[in-house]
């Protein structure tokens, strides 16, 4: 299995607070990607990587910031969690591209 | 954005061979097609990918048509644990996103 691990797996927060979700790789690879899905949605780009502190918008991004300092960490940060943020996220790296990128477990936040 | 169409669901037999179709009328020349699935509660994993010709590995092959304006995913010999949906996205083989849609919900019964 790829070297991809998401942190935390679950939290619940309450509507208001920052919520930071950590998105680690052992892989060395050049992109990382946040999604989220929710039911009837499918999964939905928030922002990617394609190197360090270098990261564009996707789909969805309003309400999150991402940051990356090192190749090994992508950081997905809600500045002040709300309830249309509860949902399931997924972090992904990729080396070469859309084919063969490895996608993380996910992490459950629930807003309440 | 070239977009894909593919059907809400299928089902299949278990041991019987499954195609699942994707449409992609718009695809650009330069668009390769990949395919990933997700299994329940789990996040997507790569399936396969391809450009003009049609492409195996030990997962799956890919079928891609002489026009590219569509393609089918074959898995040869269902298994329950095929049981997933599975995604028929279109992009450059570059690392900028990977655009997900609806995908296809294929059922495996035994």
């Known amino acids: 299995d790829a070297g991809i691990t998401q942190s935390p797996r679950h939290k619940v927060t309450e509507t208001g607070t920052p919520v930071t979700l950590r998105c680690h790789q052992t892989e060395n690879h050049r992109y990382m990607y946040w999604y989220r899905q929710d039911p009837g949605h499918g999964l939905r780009l928030i922002h990617y990587?394609?190197?360090?502190?270098?990261?564009d918008k996707g789909e969805v991004s309003d309400g999150y910031s991402v940051s990356r300092s090192k190749t090994e960490d992508f950081l997905l940060t809600l500045e002040s969690a709300t309830s249309s943020q509860t949902s399931v996220y997924f972090c992904?790296?990729?080396?070469?591209?859309?084919?063969?990128?490895?996608f993380g477990q996910g992490t459950r936040l629930t807003v309440v | 954005d070239a977009k894909t169409t593919q059907p809400n669901s299928m089902e299949s037999n278990e041991e019987e061979p499954v195609h699942l179709p994707c449409n992609h009328s718009?695809?650009?020349?330069?668009?390769?097609i990949h395919w990933y699935r997700q299994l329940p509660s789990q996040g997507p994993e790569y399936v396969i990918h391809?450009?003009?010709s049609n492409v195996n590995n030990r997962m799956a092959s890919l079928a891609i048509a002489e026009d590219r304006k569509s393609s089918t995913l074959i898995l040869h010999r269902a298994t329950l644990r095929d049981a997933a949906v599975y995604y028929c996205?279109?992009?450059?083989?570059?690392?900028?996103?990977?655009?997900f849609g609806k995908g296809t919900s294929l059922l495996v019964t035994p």
């Open positions: 718009t695809i650009s020349g330069t668009d390769y």
């Open positions: 391809g450009l003009t």
């Open positions: 990587s394609y190197g360090v502190k270098d990261t």
């Open positions: 992904a790296i990729s080396e070469y591209g859309q084919a063969g990128a490895f």
């Open positions: 996205i279109l992009g450059g083989n570059s690392g900028y996103a990977l655009n």
